[in-house]
């Protein structure tokens, strides 16, 4: 069973992960996608942006998961 929390700041959690809610206009340029070739490094190695792939419609918002950030 899926558990289901909302939060004042209109977040959700669903399932231990929190999920920040967007209209059509304002979704970030990451979404839709897994990764994106961005071009080479100084050394020649291929780089990758990483995009946001998790989210849910509900109640006409677009719902997509927040990444922690690893700094």
Partial sequence: ???IKFLK???????NKTYKPYTIGNL?????????FTGYDENGNKTYQKGKDN???YKGL????????PW
Avoid: A, D, H, R
């Fill in 1 to 3: 069973m899926k558990n």
């Fill in 62 to 69: 677009t719902y997509v998961e927040v990444t922690e950030l």
């Fill in 9 to 15: 700041n209109k977040n959700i959690i669903l399932n």
């Fill in 55 to 57: 989210w849910f419609n």
């Fill in 28 to 36: 970030p340029n990451s979404f839709g996608f897994k990764e994106k």
